[in-house]
């Protein structure tokens, strides 16, 4: 009688397994299963850890987890051996609506603070940001629906995916020690992230107190969105950096007067990861100031990447091309006219120079055109002059000056962070970009708390 060996399965678990054991140092599934009870023959906790390995697996929509665990060994990434029919879409249903029913906000935060006790996360640093998830589908309005009442409304709204046209629901999230998520909340779709920051900022310290920070022990890093009078004042003496928005008079003041004086005080490479051939280190240079919002003095910092200018000069030189093609199509239809009066001609050239361009001028001049009376001149006289008509003479030249301002400005960006000096660098990288264009091209500037506190 022959040996009769087992079968051999064999699966594609890639790095499944890594979310597994994370999962188990923080306790995800006890932690699910004691604040959401259930008579289900399968734990609550073990379903919802499927449904992460099925989301961070890479499949999209979360759906079909039966044929997903079908091909996965169920044993190494659930901890038991399951049977993929218990991840049936009935099942996955009712516990997401048990975890519904328990409030999803207080399960996330319960997770996150057995997450916090077991990494000791960097709280110093809070970070707050909005995005937008887009839905398919036509959803009612809860007026409409069935059910009224609704934990959100899945609308219409400004869109940071780039898709105006689908529906959607806003996601606000406080994080900690690069992106750690600690708080989350779904919003409606149409909902502005300068009220969510209002909303947030008023319960901020409590939230925080349940992690052991104490009040003025952290300080809030948020968009320009923070930037508004309600926001600034519910800070009140709460440390902050933000970005200033372009819109803002006082971010171009800043930036101009930083290229003006040409101060600057470099900074260096800040990024931890080597550069490469196609990705370059990004180096920094700086230059404080201080802005005045809503009667109340602010530090601010501009600063200068040498990535970013690299990336404007591109834009900088469609501009140039536009300031220049713009001043010599008002030339060339100025030197067509043909004027009687000098007085005329002297207000054309007048009008000429002064219309708006960004890198260029123009010299205008009044030529004479002399109109001779009929009949041959004599050789022995000069022609007599009937009448004098004017015509303008036109060179356009660039404005040397204003393009070496307007490259340093484009690469500038303004930051205002309050905290105190000794206690952190004033040059917060932030990745997000402005949205918004001053007459100086772009830049991103910061405002952060009282003068008083530094």
């Known amino acids: 009688m022959g040996l009769v060996l087992p079968t051999i399965e064999a699966y594609q678990v890639q790095h499944l397994p890594i979310v597994k054991a994370y999962a188990d140092k923080i306790g995800l599934v006890e932690a699910i299963n004691q604040l959401v009870p259930t008579e289900m023959a399968i734990d609550p906790g073990t379903i919802v850890l499927g449904m992460i390995l099925d989301t961070l697996s890479g499949r999209s929509p979360l759906y079909r987890l039966e044929e997903f665990f079908t091909h996965q060994d169920t044993a190494l990434l659930l901890g038991k051996a399951v049977p993929p029919e218990v991840f049936q879409d009935d099942t996955v249903g009712r516990v997401l609506e048990r975890l519904y029913d328990t409030g999803t906000m207080k399960v996330f935060t319960a997770c996150a603070v057995r997450a916090d006790r077991v990494f000791g996360f960097d709280k110093r640093y809070v970070h707050f940001d909005t995005t937008s998830i887009t839905v398919y589908g036509d959803y009612l309005p809860p007026e409409e629906a069935e059910e009224q009442e609704a934990p959100f409304r899945i609308t219409y709204?400004?869109?940071?995916?780039?898709?105006?046209?689908l529906k959607q629901f806003v996601l606000s999230t406080l994080c900690v020690d690069r992106a750690v998520p600690l708080w989350g909340k779904p919003e409606d779709g149409n909902t502005s992230d300068k009220t969510v920051n209002n909303t947030v900022l008023s319960n901020i310290a409590t939230f925080l107190a349940t992690h052991g920070v104490a009040p003025g022990a952290y300080i809030y890093v948020a968009d320009a969105a923070l930037v508004t009078e309600d926001n600034l004042a519910a800070l009140g003496d709460t440390l902050f950096i933000t970005r200033l928005p372009a819109t803002y008079n006082e971010c171009g003041r800043l930036i101009t007067e930083a290229v003006a004086h040409n101060a600057w005080a470099e900074v260096g490479v800040l990024a931890h990861t080597k550069p490469t051939k196609h990705r370059p280190g990004t180096s920094y240079k700086a230059s404080e100031g201080e802005v005045t919002l809503y009667g109340r003095p602010y530090r601010a910092v501009v600063v200068h990447s040498s990535a970013q200018d690299k990336r404007q000069q591109q834009r900088l030189e469609r501009d140039l091309q536009t300031s220049q093609s713009t001043l010599q199509t008002a030339a060339r239809t100025a030197e067509q006219q043909e004027y009687f009066c000098h007085a005329d001609a002297e207000a054309a050239a007048a009008t000429l120079r002064a219309v708006p361009t960004a890198y260029h001028l123009v010299d205008v001049t009044v030529e004479e055109r002399p109109i001779y009376g009929r009949g041959r001149p004599s050789s022995h006289k000069p022609p007599t002059i009937k009448t004098m008509h004017y015509r303008l003479k036109t060179t356009v030249k660039p404005d040397a000056e204003r393009i070496r301002g307007g490259k340093t400005r484009r690469a500038a960006s303004c930051y205002s962070p309050t905290c105190p000096r000794q206690a952190t660098s004033p040059?917060?990288?932030?990745?997000?970009?402005?949205?918004?264009?001053?007459?100086?091209?772009?830049?991103?500037?910061?405002a952060s708390s009282r003068i008083r506190s530094l």
């Open 157 to 165: 709204g400004y869109s940071k995916d780039k898709r105006p046209d």
């Open 427 to 446: 040059i917060v990288p932030v990745t997000s970009s402005p949205s918004t264009k001053s007459n100086m091209g772009r830049s991103k500037t910061m």
